[in-house]
T-cell receptor, first 111, second 113 residues
Framework: DQQVKQNSPSLSVQEGRISILNCDYT??????FLWYKKYPAEGPTFLIS?????DKNEDGRFTVFLNKSAKHLSLHIVPSQPGDSAVYFC??????????FGGGTRLMVKP | ETGVTQSPTHLIKTRGQQVTLRCSSQ?????VSWYQQALGQGPQFIFQ???????GRGNFPPRFSGLQFPNYSSELNVNALELDDSALYLC????????????FGSGTRLTVV
């Protein structure tokens, strides 16, 4: 039973345009959602998070949107840069006990 | 501020052997979690330690065990290694309570042959 899903295994975007990465979840008990970026041979790096009581959180070029009724969240990167090319994971937390990760989306930003 | 460090970075073991992986948590973080990431998949939660006690466990068999020490560092032990245990093992430390700022180490790549 996959509680967090990222249905797009890869995404290709032109530099300067918007990247939108999507994530769906099934467990309504999740109270915190996080996005991580991962380069090869490195651990995941925290990008941005959102509490389940909010619907939007912004940090520089990164914005996360949460639609609780649809159990859907998305990460917007504007403008996209070649250095953003990496694998992006969404993760959901339940009271700080554990993270449940999606399968990841590989983002490629073309110059 | 030091981050999370894991050792060793790479390891090759034979099926049936035992392995110990180590993790030093980030300064100020008292909770340590371990994750297994198989190739092409997202990390899977193994277990979490808080105050030297196991504080949650994922769907992993008892041959996966751990320890947390008074300085909040941690070990992951895997007995009777199987070929499917080949994966990247990630350690994450965090402070207690939201916003759950998990910081991950670079991982240990375990290959079981």
């Amino acid at each position: 039973d996959q509680q967090v899903k990222q249905n797009s295994p890869s995404l290709s975007v032109q530099e300067g345009r918007i990247s939108i990465l999507n994530c769906d979840y099934t467990n309504s008990m999740f109270d915190y959602f996080l996005w991580y970026k991962k380069y090869p041979a490195e651990g995941p790096t925290f990008l941005i998070s959102i509490s389940s009581i909010k619907d939007k959180n912004e940090d520089g070029r990164f914005t996360v949107f949460l639609n609780k009724s649809a159990k859907h969240l998305s990460l917007h990167i504007v403008p996209s840069q070649p250095g953003d090319s990496a694998v992006y994971f969404c993760a959901a937390d339940n009271a700080g006990n554990m993270l449940t990760f999606g399968g990841g989306t590989r983002l490629m930003v073309k110059p | 501020e030091t981050g999370v460090t894991q050792s060793p970075t790479h390891l090759i073991k034979t099926r049936g052997q035992q392995v110990t992986l180590r993790c030093s948590s980030q300064s100020g973080h008292n909770t340590v979690s371990w994750y297994q990431q198989a190739l092409g998949q997202g990390p899977q939660f193994i277990f979490q330690y808080y105050r030297e006690e196991e504080n949650g466990r994922g769907n992993f068999p008892p041959r996966f065990s751990g320890l947390q020490f008074p300085n909040y560092s941690s070990e992951l032990n895997v007995n009777a290694l199987e070929l499917d245990d080949s994966a990247l093992y990630l350690c994450a430390s965090s402070p207690r309570g939201p916003p759950y700022g998990y910081t991950f180490g670079s991982g240990t790549r375990l290959t079981v042959v």
